[in-house]
């Protein structure tokens, strides 16, 4: 699956492509609307990720552009925060999601995934490991056959640490991607931590013992 | 007490002392002339009766052409040479019932006329001359009276009028609001102290006025420029910690970078939310029934509330509707709610919220005692608990202010309730 990264900022794009990269996408970047216009032209993308605050222009256009040529590509605007107007008009003009300057590198692969399976490209509805299997349109998990009885914010945990194989998922990054900046940091990362252990006790009952792991002080990590 | 008062007591007890004094004075001076003229008019009677004995006049004849009252007898040796004056008091030989009593003055003396002793003594009442000096003192007394009056409230107004630049300058600087961009224009003055006072606090003003703009300023950038950096570190200690060759110790330094550049992180966010509510950011409003945002709120945080096993009571006796700008409400319920879940006891914990006509209360029970009620509302004020960024009160209450609400707290039975009057 290809994406391509609209971003000018030099530091953020690269940590996006490399981060991108080693969740197993393809990736290619532009950092201007001109040199957008032109990659979208050559190459067919799954999705795009546009930056709306472009020094040729508003990320906005390109957005048009895409839903104008080529709709069935999936788009996520980024906004620098508090541009309300921006993420309104971008949702409107038919961006299947927004992020808000700044982000988690984690929320990002999960939001890419989330639209990608929604976009339905690859015919991948669920994500499949070894003896775990989560589909999402049913949102089912089963392991090792049987189905596993989790609560929503336990099957939201494990869709996001799935989304994110290999890497390390701060818990500042999981408690944002469930609660946004509603919660407190101290209070969500208690709950965080006693809703992972729970999934992992249930895991661990179906014979998966170590698909999530801890990493002291840090955060969590799927199937190392 | 106020300056005017003071003054006016002290000048009113002043006057009255001298006008005491005064009164006394004046009294024992006409007691003391009224002495020495009974005395003349006795000294010269006693001049008559010598000259008529002297004469040979007998005693009988002329008693009657002197006005005083004289008693002559015949004595066989002389035994008083000088005149004596004695002064008494008797009852009123008129009316002996009654309570005025006359002092009487005599003069005792003896003759020797034809070498005949006489002893002759001349009466004379003090009492039209006391009655006079009574009198006068009575005059004085009203005088004193009315003059104290008329000088305290003459004072009274000369001194509001002079003053009156003094409260118009005070009331001035005490509704002078730093937060406002008003210039403070005094009454004009043409008493020099009143005068320089005012020009003291314009300049004052301005200055304060100046520095805390540019703190203010200042405060701001700090916060928005600090706030990409702080992503961008963020970020890169993310990817940093995907590395999976770390010693314990680089582990720990990194895992402590992170905690503090998160908490940093944080608490930057909460003071340009801070900053950007003060400036005014959040005016668009929606109509909002309060019971329905709460009951919001409260789905959004079940799982914490779930997690520690709290019971919420809900205890809405009005729906309200208010005009208010939906982020800033929910910031003060996710605020206030936070903490009744955050601070609860970890057991048999309650919640218990209340919705009335003009006002709702979040009331919890908790582990921490009574909070010191002075710094409450204060940013990063000493009470902060360990791992709170400080700024949550600080929060509810420029909400609050925003909206020119009240809230109060209190605690009871180790309850704490926090109670916002909209």
């Known amino acids: 699956m290809r994406i391509l990264i609209i971003e000018d900022e030099k530091s953020l794009r690269e940590d996006v492509v490399d981060y991108l990269t080693e969740n197993g996408y393809k990736c290619d970047f532009a950092t201007t609307i001109k040199s957008a216009m032109q990659k979208l032209n050559d190459i067919v993308y799954s999705c795009a990720l546009v930056d709306v605050g472009l020094p040729d222009g508003s990320g906005i256009e390109i957005v048009e552009h895409i839903k104008k040529n080529n709709p069935e590509m999936g788009v996520i605007i980024v906004t620098a925060k508090n541009a309300l107007e921006d993420k309104l008009q971008g949702l409107k003009i038919g961006a299947d999601d927004y992020l808000t300057k700044p982000f988690h590198l984690s929320e990002l692969s999960a939001r890419v995934y989330s639209v990608l399976r929604r976009r339905n490209f690859g015919g991948k509805n669920s994500l499949v490991f070894d003896g775990l299997e989560i589909d999402t349109t049913e949102k089912k998990v089963i392991a090792n056959g049987n189905q596993l009885q989790l609560t929503k914010k336990e099957y939201e945990i494990l869709v996001y640490l799935a989304s994110n194989p290999t890497h390390l998922i701060t818990k500042e990054a999981l408690a944002d991607a469930i609660w946004g900046d509603k919660a407190d940091m101290a209070t969500s990362f208690d709950f965080v931590y006693s809703q992972i252990k729970n999934l992992k006790k249930k895991l661990n009952e179906a014979d998966l013992k170590n698909y999530i792991k801890v990493v002291y002080g840090m955060g969590y990590k799927f199937k190392d | ?422």
């Open chain 2, 1 to 422: 007490m106020k300056l005017l008062t003071k003054s006016n007591i002290y000048i009113t007890i002043t006057t009255v002392l001298l006008f005491a004094m005064g009164i006394f004075i004046v009294y024992q001076v006409i007691l003391l002339k009224l002495d020495r003229e009974v005395d003349k008019q006795l000294l010269s009677a006693k001049e008559q009766i010598v000259n008529g004995l002297n004469d040979g006049i007998s005693p009988n004849e002329f008693l009657a052409n002197i006005g005083q009252k004289i008693y002559v007898k015949k004595v066989e040796t002389q035994t008083i040479f000088d005149n004596q004056f004695i002064e008494y008091i008797e009852k009123d030989p008129k009316d002996p019932s009654s309570n005025g009593d006359i002092t009487q003055r005599e003069l005792l003396f003896q003759t020797k006329v034809n070498d005949k002793i006489y002893e002759v003594t001349v009466c004379s009442s003090l009492s039209e001359g006391k009655k006079i000096g009574d009198y006068i003192a009575v005059v004085v007394l009203i005088f004193l009276v009315v003059s104290v009056i008329i000088l305290f409230l003459l004072n009274r107004l000369i001194s509001a009028f002079i003053w009156s630049p003094f409260y118009d300058t005070l009331s001035k600087i005490k509704t002078w609001n730093i937060k406002k961009n008003e210039i403070l224009n005094f009454k004009e003055t043409d008493i020099d102290e009143f005068h320089l006072l005012n020009d003291t606090v314009k300049d004052l003003t301005h200055q304060i006025q100046s520095d805390y703009h540019n703190l203010k300023e200042f405060t701001e950038n700090v916060s928005h420029e600090a706030q990409t950096p702080l992503s961008i570190i963020s970020t890169k200690l993310e990817l940093l910690m995907q590395e999976n060759n770390y010693n314990d110790k680089q582990h720990k330094l990194l895992v402590q970078t992170y905690n503090a550049t998160q908490r940093l992180y944080k608490l930057n966010e909460g003071l340009i939310l801070l900053t950007r509510i003060e400036n005014k950011q959040f005016i668009e409003t929606s109509h909002i029934e309060l019971t329905q945002a709460i009951d919001e709120k409260l789905e959004v945080l079940e799982d914490f509330i779930e997690a520690k096993q709290i019971t919420v009571e809900k205890c809405y006796n009005k729906h309200i509707t208010k005009d208010v700008n939906a982020i800033l409400l929910t910031i003060l319920l996710n605020n206030l709610f936070i903490n009744a879940i955050k601070y609860n006891l970890e057991e048999n914990g309650k919640i218990k919220i209340t919705v009335d006509e003009d006002s709702f209360s979040v009331e919890n029970t908790s582990y921490i005692d009574k909070i010191n009620r002075q710094f409450l509302f204060d940013r990063f004020n000493k009470n902060s608990i360990s791992g709170s960024l400080g700024l949550g009160l600080s929060l509810i209450k420029k909400i609050v202010d925003f909206y020119n609400w009240q809230v109060t707290y209190s605690h009871k039975d180790g309850k704490h309730k926090f109670k916002i009057y909209m």
